[in-house]
């Protein structure tokens, strides 16, 4: 099942959503251009390592180029492959521009850089002692979908869906679409409690915990900044 952009219309121009992207997209571009050992030191100082996070709120200085604190941040604009980005740029190309219009640009900003934040928290949360990098757009973009399925619960989501060798569309309902994503992000994020982490983050590398996180903040912080005003 995958999304295309259906094309909702927006009265202003998706500044900081085509903005976040490009960022994203340039990082990525520099980090393909690393030696793997210099791609493993760029994510222990930029992405989210939750054993020195916990031990950094404990007053530990690691003399890296950025305080840990600063990783719930930057790690936000780190991924770890080509699917990994691509997947998260087209969430935040369809689903971005709308609560954009709607927030204005700065809350805007404000609200995606937060929801990455308190999503990485709630990852660190059930792992704090994990050596292994968390990071990605995930968890900020999980906040996007939260507040566009409570202002947008009508619009329809353009979806992919593969038939063996042919593929065909059908638009479902965005309170649809990503109501069941928020569902299984849930369930997986239970189950992971259960599942000893392994690869990148909890349960197969997938960050569970931060994009159910970031979904619920996203939803709550919406209205609180204006969602429902314009």
Known sequence: MVPLNDNNPTETTAYITYGLIVINILVFFHEINLSSEELAQFFQYYAIVPKQLTTSFQGVNFYHPIPEWMTLITSQFLHAGFLHIAGNMLFLWIFGNNVEDKLGHIKYLFFYLTCGVLAGL?????????????????????????????????????????????????????????????????????????????????????????????????????????????
């Open 122 to 230: 709630s990852q660190w949360y059930f792992s704090p002692y994990s050596e292994i990098p968390s990071l990605g757009a995930s968890g900020a973009i999980a906040g996007v979908m939260g507040a566009y399925i409570l202002r947008f619960p009508k619009a329809q989501v353009l979806t992919l869906i593969p038939l063996g060798i042919f593929i065909t569309t059908v638009r479902i309902p965005a309170v649809f679409f990503l109501g069941f994503w928020f569902l299984q992000q849930a369930v997986y994020s239970l189950l992971s409690l259960h599942v000893q982490t392994n690869v990148g983050m909890e349960s197969g590398g997938v960050a569970y915990w931060a994009h159910a996180g970031g979904f619920v903040f996203g939803f709550i912080l919406g209205p609180l900044l204006g969602l429902f005003k314009n």
